[in-house]
């Protein structure tokens, strides 16, 4: 069984900053790429950044330059640092990560249940 639980969402002004944690934990064998998505209401989840095991990290073009993704492999833990927020960075945001589980031959993408992230005056 292998759990992602996040942390750090609130409502925040714009032009703010917030940072989102992801802790992973269970029977972890090793784990390949981690990063976030993020799903505002009556829209498609989208990818918001990902990082992968030796820590190259990559962005969708709305949240490059606010948004920096970090992780630590000891920890089984991905950040995201969220600044500059605008009011579209409303959403619920969920971690997730590629992990091999022990005794697995393949791995598999788990998620976390999400947090909410509010941006508004």
């Known amino acids: 069984q292998v759990q992602l639980v996040e942390s750090g969402g609130g409502l925040v002004q714009p032009g703010g900053s917030l940072r989102l944690s992801c802790a992973a934990s269970g029977n972890i064998f090793s784990v390949n790429a981690m990063g976030w998505e993020r799903q505002a209401p009556g829209k498609q989840r989208e990818l918001v950044a990902a990082i992968s095991s030796d820590g190259v990290a990559g962005y969708s073009d709305s949240v490059k330059g606010r948004f920096t993704i970090s992780r630590d492999n000891a920890k089984i833990t991905v950040d995201l640092q969220m600044n500059n927020l605008k009011p579209d960075d409303t959403a619920v945001y969920y971690c997730?990560?590629?992990?091999?589980?022990?005794?697995?031959?393949?791995?598999?993408?788990?998620w976390g249940q999400g947090t909410q992230v509010t941006v508004s005056s």
């Open positions: 997730y990560a590629d992990i091999f589980s022990t005794g697995s031959d393949m791995s598999s993408d788990y």
